[in-house]
């Protein structure tokens, strides 16, 4: 066995487990890579807060943001509501798990969240999501070559509270490294009761 081709690359959301967890072999739940600073389109942009960071590459287009736009993932980006859900509450404070199997200078983690009414038979896209992050852990070490505290704690564990919401709705987790143009994509199904 080839230790390239088959062992886990990057992260993983394995609690609640992602679509991708769920769904692929471990090693592609993993490398969901594309550019950062999603909902943006462009490449090339200077991070905001870290202007000394790589410049992002092109973020996932509309109808590929849960595959990150890799094909070996496209399956995850089929429309419709027939995912495993978790089933969850608004107003409950939902711990997410990240697992990292190559830990990189890391800048932030965002969650977005879909919108009221979005369309569970449309592909995910933009506008399907609320445009800000529904939560965000940021790290302020620059410049990120010689900052200390940006390596994540593996596993890397993040509490948000869930807004008001009722019946499916997908969670968006982006995490976004320093050093390099990339930022990893995991969907998370949810199912509001109550």
């Known amino acids: 066995m080839t230790q ?14 992602s679509r991708a967890h769920i769904y692929l072999a ?9 550019g950062k600073f999603f909902p ?4 090339g942009l200077a991070d905001p ?3 000394d960071d790589v410049r992002n590459d092109a973020p996932p287009t509309d109808g590929k943001i849960a595959s990150a736009g890799q094909d070996f993932a496209a399956e995850l980006d089929k429309p419709g509501s027939d995912w495993q859900k978790h089933s969850v509450a608004a107003g409950q404070r939902l ?6 199997h190559a830990p990189h ?17 449309a592909p995910l896209s933009r506008a399907q999501f609320e445009p800000d992050p529904i939560h965000q852990v940021q790290n302020s070490g620059q ?17 948000i509270v869930l807004p008001q919401r009722q019946g499916y709705h997908v969670l968006l987790s982006v995490w976004e490294v320093a050093d390099t143009a990339k930022g990893f994509y995991q969907v ?3 199912n509001f009761t109550g």
């Open 143 to 159: 410049p990120y070559w010689s900052a200390d505290d940006l390596l994540p704690e593996n596993p890397t564990r993040h509490t």
């Open 40 to 43: 943006e389109t462009q490449a």
């Open 4 to 17: 390239s081709k088959v062992a886990p690359r990057h992260g993983t959301v394995s609690e609640p487990a």
């Open 26 to 34: 471990e090693w592609q739940s993993a490398g969901l890579e594309s």
């Open 95 to 100: 711990t997410i798990t990240w697992s990292f």
């Open 105 to 121: 200078k890391t800048r932030r983690w965002n969650y977005f969240l879909t919108r009221e009414g979005w369309d569970p038979n």
């Open 49 to 51: 807060s870290a202007p």
């Open 188 to 190: 998370i199904d949810l």
